[in-house]
């Protein structure tokens, strides 16, 4: 199947740093990547859908300055949590889907971040 | 964005038993998913049903895409310990590669008792 790498797998900033989390398609061009949040024993919040070269489209409730979203390549997206607080604490997932209509959505193995 | 219905919550149950669980939503699908999540990890795809009526098995796993796109099940047969974890439904309203937003059910969380 197609696998989806995330770096770094966890992270512990302090408050007010920046933090950039990646998400690699590692054997398939990824036309559409998307950010979820999941908070414990809850299910995943879609943040954002990204499609390579294009801006992102965010979900309600989601700054996007807040959240800033790169899909440089077809390979490679990444979000960026800037000015963290404690608040942001939460585990992220990214997703990646290809071209075909029947292309599904395969999942990084997310990134925990913990801002102190 | 639409709800999906998701149950039950959580299940207890014994090892070798068989689990069954389901999704509904006021929405029509035209995608269903289901999805495992272990702790700390990211979801993996079980099954993906793309027609309605469709009845689609993955060793131990079975599930169902309801005729009325509004809702899907997922069976297990025969648990096993490592069934243990989070299962998830997700529901996909696009059609087109560029159309691919999902939601997801609440998750039901498994424990399997050897």
């Known amino acids: 199947g197609a696998v989806v790498s995330q770096h770094p797998s966890w992270v512990i900033c302090k408050s007010g740093t920046s933090v950039k989390i990646e998400c690699r398609s590692l054997?398939?061009?990824?036309?559409?990547m998307f950010w979820y949040r999941q908070f414990p024993k809850q299910s995943l919040m879609l943040m954002a859908t990204?499609?390579?070269?294009?801006?992102?489209?965010?979900e309600q409730g989601v700054e996007k300055d807040k959240f800033l979203i790169n899909h440089a390549s077809l390979t490679l997206s990444t979000l960026t949590v800037t000015s963290a607080h404690p608040e942001d604490s939460s585990f992220y997932i990214c997703?990646?889907?290809?071209?075909?209509?029947?292309?599904?959505?395969?999942f990084g193995p997310g990134t925990r971040l913990t801002v102190l | 964005g639409q709800q999906l219905n998701q149950s039950p919550q959580s299940m207890f149950i014994q090892e070798g038993e068989d689990v069954s669980m389901n999704c509904t939503s006021s929405?029509?699908?035209?995608?269903w998913l289901w999805y495992k999540q272990d702790p700390g990890e990211g979801p993996v795809l079980l099954i993906a049903?793309?027609?309605?009526?469709e009845l689609t098995s993955n060793g131990r796993l079975t599930a169902q895409f309801g005729i009325t796109r509004k809702d899907s099940f997922l069976n297990i047969s025969a648990s096993i310990p490592s069934d243990v974890g989070i299962y998830f439904c997700?529901?996909?309203?696009?059609?087109?590669?560029?159309?691919?937003?999902?939601?997801f059910g609440a998750g039901t969380r498994l424990t399997v008792k050897p």
């Open positions: 997703s990646a889907s290809g071209r075909s209509s029947t292309d599904t959505q395969y």
């Open positions: 054997d398939f061009q990824a036309t559409t």
């Open positions: 990204s499609n390579e070269g294009s801006k992102a489209t965010y």
């Open positions: 929405s029509i699908f035209n995608t």
């Open positions: 049903l793309y027609k309605a009526g």
């Open positions: 997700a529901g996909r309203r696009g059609l087109g590669y560029n159309n691919n937003d999902m939601r």
